[in-house]
């Protein structure tokens, strides 16, 4: 008898009695935990990373108002991480409700145009992405890239001209 539901189950060889099963246990969600709604809060060590991330890109930025009116600056990097912090709590709501996602690549699309600060605190905030590893090499990878091209225009793209040097075009097309 395959079937018989008793001989399937696990059993104590001593009494061939079905085995005692664990008792399953449901853990609450983290808001229920704590007696009510709450938020995970960004820590004191990630607003100190966060704030010296932002060192050479606010120096760029401050550089590049020279040209550029500053309200237009200010106002970009404001819109842009509004949109970001948004769409990182959309996603989140989307992903508990069982929901349609936003896109990986369009949370990088908008972290390379300079949503990256929010991305970084809403990843903490919502703690959403940050397990996720292949999102995190990705995230810093986007950061590293703006840190450096914020410290090449602050020395007049010397690196970037020098890479350019060692390049033969000729080689590049045939």
């Known amino acids: 008898m395959p079937d018989d539901p008793e001989r399937s189950a696990p059993f104590d060889r001593r009494s061939r009695r079905p085995a005692p099963q664990a008792p399953t246990r449901r853990v609450p969600p983290r808001s229920d935990r704590r007696g ?7 820590g004191a060590t990630a607003c100190v990373v966060l704030l010296a991330l932002l060192i050479i890109p606010f120096c760029a930025l401050c550089k590049l108002s020279g040209f ?11 819109v842009i991480s509004l ?3 948004f769409l ?7 992903a508990e409700a069982g929901g349609w996602r936003t896109p990986e690549v369009t949370l990088h ?4 145009f ?7 605190l ?6 959403h992405k940050i397990a996720k590893r292949i999102y995190q090499i990705n995230f810093w990878a986007i950061v590293v890239l703006h840190q450096f091209v ?5 020395q007049d793209w010397r690196f970037s001209q020098a890479a350019l040097a060692r390049l033969n075009p000729e080689q590049l097309f045939n």
């Open 36 to 42: 009510g709604k709450s938020r995970a809060r960004v």
């Open 68 to 78: 550029l009116d500053w309200r237009g600056v200010a106002g970009y990097a404001c």
């Open 83 to 85: 949109g970001m912090w």
């Open 88 to 94: 990182y709590r959309k996603d989140k709501q989307q």
């Open 109 to 112: 699309a908008i972290e390379v």
């Open 114 to 120: 300079g949503g990256w600060p929010a991305a970084f």
């Open 122 to 127: 809403a990843q903490r905030w919502y703690r």
């Open 150 to 154: 914020a410290f090449d225009y602050l």
